[in-house]
């Protein structure tokens, strides 16, 4: 399949790809858009099916960037990175040093950090052969290290600002919330909304990550294939994207999905279809920016902790403005912040 052709290819500056037969290492990064700064975005380790999945997923999830970086005012532009292989057993210290060097040789065009599949540790040993990478280990009250715990705020903020504007609600004290994945952003969530007095319903693949929610915060578990047809308030996609669909999407019970997942709509007509069912939908790049926002403020050196967290709050006041502005135009609300991201890369 040519990329020029590909579906989920818009107009992206560039598409490289880089293997190194040593260390087993095949890779592509995806540059969006540079319009607002240098691409930013994180890098994902996992087995694709084929060759085309990992294209497909790269070239969406690096458009979805320059929305994100976009819609959160950042001096980036959008991309991303995909490692094919199974980050469980296909990790190695060469791998990431192969990485690093593959990411260096982009001249800064590109700046990495983790996502799905990738830790802290991983980006370490990136960042011995490149200095365009971020989420690195940080000293207490500076901004950086894992972003998770700043995305799950962000959606935290997200979560609130949608129950404010759907349900007329001030608090989250017994919100019913349904967490699809409780990986590194959805353990994160979960602590938040607890904390908050929601009452999570949670499901995983992995099993101990369920029973970690289950014994700490009081969360009902669920078995995986469930979890998107439970009553509750708030549907929180964690896991991974394309969820959302003809088939999926008549079956949920919630007045909103709020959640980390990227890409979360199979495609923008499904936003649409959220709407004509009622249910308000927080458009994905917009309410998971707190990660790359924490990932801007430690590679440009913006500000410290603090101001990262306080930053996050305007998450929410941004979908409250997109949630209204949908309603004014009829219009769903992805297909609003589309307009608005584009815009704003179109101004630049
Ligand atoms: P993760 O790998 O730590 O967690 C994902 C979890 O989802 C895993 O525990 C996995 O077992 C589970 N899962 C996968 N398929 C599932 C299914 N069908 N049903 C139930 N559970 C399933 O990844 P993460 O870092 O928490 O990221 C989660 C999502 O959020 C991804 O889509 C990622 O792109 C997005 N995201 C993450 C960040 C971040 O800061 N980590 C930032 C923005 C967006």
Redesign the pocket.
Known sequence: MSVFQHMSFDDHERVVFFRDPTTGLKSIIAIHSSALGPAGG?C?MWPYASDDDAIKDVLR?SKGMSYKNAMAGLPMGGGKAVIIGDSRSDKSEDLFRAFGDFVESLGGSYITA????ISVADMEIVAGRTSYVSGLPHESGTAGG???P??ARGIFHGIKAAAAHKLGRSDLEGLVVAV????????YLCKDLAAAGARLIV????DQ?VQRVVDEFAAQAVP?DE?LLQPADVLAP????G?LDAGSIPKLQVAIVAG???NQLATDADGDALRDLDILYAPDYVI?A???INVAYEYFDLGDDREVMARLEDIGSRLTEIFQAADQQGLSTNRVADAMARQRIGRA
């Open positions: 994180g994902r999830l983790e996502d799905v599949g894992d972003p998770s700043k995305t699809q994945g409780v990986g590194h952003v959805g353990y499901a995983d693949m992995d990550r995986g979890i964690c896991a991974l994207g969820i980390g997942a990227n998971n707190g990660g790359i």
